[in-house]
């Protein structure tokens, strides 16, 4: 069995969840054949290298020790790996720091798997670009809907359909809000803060309810599965910031939900109105996806949009799809 060598940038909710889910799954994967080795893990702090394979116990548990000496890109570029897996933070208007990790990833014949949404915003025609010429995969199932495989599904067991539209509930944190306000009748800000108590919004929650987070969305299911080059100014894009209590009244005594709808063939994010009964019409902060195909027809999508466990299903199916083709 040879051993494939992964490199891990970033080490935070998403980084450990994956580490985790590697420990869980450890006895599983050796017997099914894979035998996956984390050989450096790199947080801004510093990194952790282990040719051997670095202790990802220790690491969960806090007590590895960080080399403050060794740069991302530097451990990137040198350390021998077959895939480098890029969950950081990223910036949505430069990619970075992001953007620069997956370049260097590729220009060292690495290849690459990420939750990370802004490089692939800024730069997803170029960094598949630079895969494809290098014979190298690029996958970013987790950078939409967390857990749920949409852009593997299109890709793969859709593969007989031309996909004509992908639209859906693509953030679960509004989701969240609007379904406490359509479930309690309470106003915005109460419904708002209560997703930050339960640790669903961040404190500076305007990437979600502003729609950026479902437009970064909406941008890489329009570029990779749909064939678009849709640029975030193409985007038509409106939050839910404008939606009262009393909109969520009205709409629900005629048989409707107002929910963030992200649209790819529209190329808008925005408050929509959906009957109580359509499929999208999902509870607290799960997300929802619609697929519209010629020969299957509509295929619905639905599960956790994030969470480091549930995440983790993607990267690592993601990681294994590579690892079967190298
Ligand atoms: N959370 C979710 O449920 C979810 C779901 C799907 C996708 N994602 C995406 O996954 C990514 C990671 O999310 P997260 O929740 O794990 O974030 P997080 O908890 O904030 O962790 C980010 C990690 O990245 C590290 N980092 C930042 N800049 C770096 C650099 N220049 N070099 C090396 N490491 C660097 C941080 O290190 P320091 O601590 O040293 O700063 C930290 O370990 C994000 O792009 C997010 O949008 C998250």
């Not at 299911?221 to 064939?227: C, D, F």
């Not at 992200?262 to 925005?270: H, N, Q, Y």
Request: charged share 25%; with cysteine.
């Amino acid at each position: 069995m040879k051993a494939v060598r992964l490199v891990v940038v970033g080490f935070g909710n998403i980084g450990k969840g994956l580490a985790s889910t590697l420990l869980e799954k450890r006895k599983q994967l050796m017997e099914r054949g894979y035998d996956l080795r984390v050989v450096a893990v790199c947080e801004q702090k510093g990194c952790v290298v282990d040719d051997e394979g670095v202790d990802l116990e220790k690491l969960v548990g806090g007590k590895a020790k960080w080399d403050e000496r060794l740069k991302t890109l530097e451990v990137i570029r040198s350390v021998e790996a077959d895939i480098v897996v890029e969950l950081t933070p990223g910036n949505i208007n430069t990619g970075e720091p992001g953007l620069g990790h997956m370049k260097a990833a590729l220009e060292s014949g690495k290849h690459l798997v990420t939750s990370n949404k802004s490089p692939l915003v800024v730069g997803y025609r170029e960094l598949s670009r630079m895969a494809a010429g290098k014979g190298l995969q690029l996958k970013f199932e987790a950078t939409v809907g967390g857990a749920i495989p949409v852009i593997n599904t299109c890709g793969n067991e859709l593969k007989a359909n031309a996909i004509r539209n992908i639209y859906g509930i693509l953030n679960g944190t509004t989701n969240y809000i609007l379904w406490k306000m359509t479930e309690e009748g309470v106003d915005f800000k109460t419904a708002l803060k209560e997703a930050q108590n339960l640790g669903f919004a961040e404190s500076n929650p305007d990437y979600d309810i502003k729609g950026i987070d479902t437009a970064a969305k909406v941008l890489i299911l329009a570029n990779s599965v749909m064939g678009m080059d849709a640029k975030m100014k193409d985007l038509k894009v409106t939050g839910i910031e404008g939606v009262t209590a009393e909109a969520i009244e009205l709409a629900k005594d005629y048989g409707y939900a107002i929910k963030l709808v992200g649209d790819i063939a529209g190329k808008e994010v925005s408050p929509r109105l959906i009957p109580v009964e359509h499929p999208l019409n999902v509870p607290g902060n799960l997300n929802a996806i619609l697929v519209e195909t010629d020969v299957a027809g509509d295929i619905t999508l639905i599960g956790a949009g994030a969470g480091a466990k549930e995440t983790s299903s993607a990267i690592l199916s993601d990681i294994l799809a590579v690892a079967e083709r190298l």
